[in-house]
């Protein structure tokens, strides 16, 4: 069981550049989302899904696109890099609560990371 | 909305010694709040997690933590640190309104001295 998969693990991109980070996982679940971490910033959500076909922005969106066309796979996309996107960018899945999805925050299993640069 | 809190942003600690970090949450429903730790490098590891029922909660590695609706605060122990606990500490709180979603303090960055 892989749990969830980030590639790659580190990228350098030059201002304007788009590239896509990927991410998968195997457990079935159907909350996904992406999150970015800046030093004494903790993390930032930047998109989340529910499930497949269904995406909403996170905190901050701006720059980014993701869709959710399978249950397992949940890419982030930047459309023209900037050097504010140089982050660290973690994928985390979970199973949504009892019922309808909303109705319960279970502990989130993240990926080991990207380390983007924008230069 | 919601915001998430921890105070101290480095905690130097001697092996051996008491640990606790603070968490506070800003928010007037019932939160789901969790702990992670992250070791350099890598991703988030769940610690511990608070639903609902007994307020004090045991997690992995031999921490706890309480939940004090009073204060709004989910602070984290340990009773005895070792090396292996540098690292840095996260928490998180989510509220059933906004489903699964879960807002995440600024991190507290542990050092553990020989």
């Known amino acids: 069981n892989a749990g969830v998969t980030q590639t790659p693990k580190f990228q350098v991109l030059k201002t304007g550049q788009s590239m896509t980070l990927q991410c998968a996982q195997d457990m079935n679940h159907e909350y996904m989302s992406w999150y970015r971490q800046d030093p004494g910033m903790g993390l930032r959500l930047i998109h989340y899904?529910?499930?497949?076909?269904?995406?909403d922005q996170g905190e901050v969106p701006n720059g980014y696109n993701v869709s959710r066309s399978t249950t397992e796979d949940f890419p982030l996309r930047l459309l023209s890099a900037a050097p504010s996107q140089t982050s660290v960018y973690f994928c985390a899945s979970s199973f949504t609560g009892p019922g309808s999805p909303g109705q319960g925050a279970q502990g989130y299993t993240f990926g080991s990371g990207t380390r983007l640069t924008v230069v | 909305a919601q915001s998430v809190t921890q105070p101290d942003i480095h905690i130097t600690v001697s092996e051996g010694a008491s640990l606790e970090l603070r968490c506070n949450y800003s928010?007037?429903?019932?939160?789901?709040l969790f702990w992670y730790v992250q070791s350099p490098g890598q991703g988030l590891q769940l610690l511990l997690k608070?639903?609902?029922?007994?307020?004090l909660v045991q997690g992995i590695k031999g921490f706890e933590a309480e939940f004090k609706r009073s204060q709004s605060s989910f602070n984290l122990r340990k009773p005895s640190v070792h090396w292996s606990d540098a690292a840095e500490y996260f928490c998180?709180?989510?509220?059933?309104?906004?489903?699964?979603?879960?807002?995440f303090g600024g991190g507290t960055r542990v050092l553990v001295k020989p």
């Open positions: 928010y007037g429903a019932t939160p789901y």
């Open positions: 608070y639903f609902s029922g007994d307020t």
């Open positions: 998180a709180v989510g509220f059933r309104a906004a489903g699964n979603k879960l807002t």
């Open positions: 899904s529910v499930g497949a076909g269904i995406t």
